[in-house]
């Protein structure tokens, strides 16, 4: 059985493997929020990295774990730094002790939004702090001698103790609250579970280099926020369209960070899901629970 160990296994991608806890050893990492039988670790430390990572000694590093609150990063850009590219040196001089693959999470952010649906060799060009330093850390494991996979994710969605634009949307609507949603934003979001899987496909086909492992659709968050409404039997005319220059955001977003996962879909053997079908899922996730 393949030994994984998950950085950022409390954050919304990272906690999706624990659905494959038969099929491979899966050591989850939390830094301030415990999860599961996850270990502390804060990717910062250098020592405590190395200590971990090769008293473990794992098949394959998911290096998930960010600082990810993308207008937090402005305004810290320091501590963005340190997590986001320090963090990111101190997983990969690990994984170089251990000889573990890596597998990199980032960001369809990397990309400045002018043209949408790249690919994985179009150019990157981040605007904000955040794409800044998830870039950076895309170059730190490339520079290195590793045998690595980067995936770039996209607008992450799925059930989480902590709120991402699906849940927040369910429970704005539920509560009948009005909300502002914007239509000139578009991305391609990614049904963590579904990421997850793919996550694992890469490892089972030994495969390297940079996938776009993200929803099969290019959306606007408006259109979006409409799905989400439809799915889960909520009014849509509580959803009110608005334009990016109406929204106060700290850092400045891509217009189209839209992704083409033709690669992943064909060299990974796999179907990556559209927002009406993930969305779909997680309602069936949400009446499976209630039923138990
Ligand atoms: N969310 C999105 O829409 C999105 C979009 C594109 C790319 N991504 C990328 O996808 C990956 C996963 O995102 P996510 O949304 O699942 O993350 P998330 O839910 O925001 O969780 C972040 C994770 O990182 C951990 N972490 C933060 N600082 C740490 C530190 N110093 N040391 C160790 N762990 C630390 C957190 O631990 P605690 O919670 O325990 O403190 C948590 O497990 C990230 O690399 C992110 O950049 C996300």
Known sequence: MKRLFITGGSGLLGSKFVNYKDNYEIILT?????????????????????????????????????????DECEDQQKKAWNINVRGTENIVKACQETESKLIHISTDFVFDGKLGMYEEE??????????LTKLKGEEVVQNSDLNYAIARVSVLYGWHKRNNFVTWVIGELENNNDIKVVTDQYN????????????????????NGIYHVAGNERINRFDFAKNIAKTFDLDTNLINPINSDELIQKATRPKDSSLCVEKAQKELGIKLLNTKEGLGKMKLQKEKRVKE
């Open 188 to 207: 391609s979001p990614t049904f963590a579970d579904n990421a997850a899987y793919a996550l694992l496909k890469i490892i089972e086909k030994n495969k």
């Open 30 to 70: 939390y830094h301030h929020n415990p999860y599961e039988n996850s270990i502390k670790l804060d990717i910062t430390s250098k020592k405590n990295v190395l200590k971990k990572i090769t008293s473990i000694n794992p098949d394959c590093v998911i290096h998930s774990a960010a600082f990810t609150n993308v």
């Open 122 to 131: 179009d150019q990157a060009n981040p605007l904000g702090y955040y794409a």
